[in-house]
Nanobody
Framework: VQLQASGGGLVQPGGSLRLSCKAS????????WAWYRQEPGRMRELIAE???????NYADSVKGRFTISRDDGMNAEYLQMNNLKPEDTAVYYC???????????????WGRGTQVTVSS
């Protein structure tokens, strides 16, 4: 299973970006999707997650500004980021718990990070 994230870039404060992450592999089904971010010298932090039934959870720092969504037909997740602030600057990582075949326990996979820079 591979996760491929895209959509990062440079944006001015107050701007928007949309991150995407697609899972590829044979006979897979994603259970929970999540987005993490990591600033230099700091630990990676969970900022948003979405379960298979569609329940979402957000870090307080992004609540009301970021929206996580998923497309199970595409094995993909998205993070719509609005009203971006300089403190949102970080490397963003997608994560997924993925059922493979008839496995009863979904292992966790990570995508490579995508850089988001918020600066004027």
């Amino acid at each position: 299973v591979q996760l491929q994230a895209s959509g990062g870039g440079l944006v001015q404060p107050g701007g928007s970006l949309r991150l995407s992450c697609k899972a590829s592999g044979s006979d897979i089904a994603v259970n929970t999707w999540a987005w993490y971010r990591q600033e230099p010298g700091r630990m990676r932090e969970l900022i948003a997650e979405i379960t298979r039934p569609g329940r979402t959870n957000y870090a307080d720092s992004v609540k009301g500004r970021f929206t996580i969504s998923r497309d199970d037909g595409m094995n993909a997740e998205y993070l719509q980021m609005n009203n971006l602030k300089p403190e949102d600057t970080a490397v963003y990582y997608c994560q997924a718990d993925v059922f493979i075949g008839r496995d009863s326990y979904p292992p966790t996979f990570w995508g490579r990070g995508t850089q988001v820079t918020v600066s004027s």
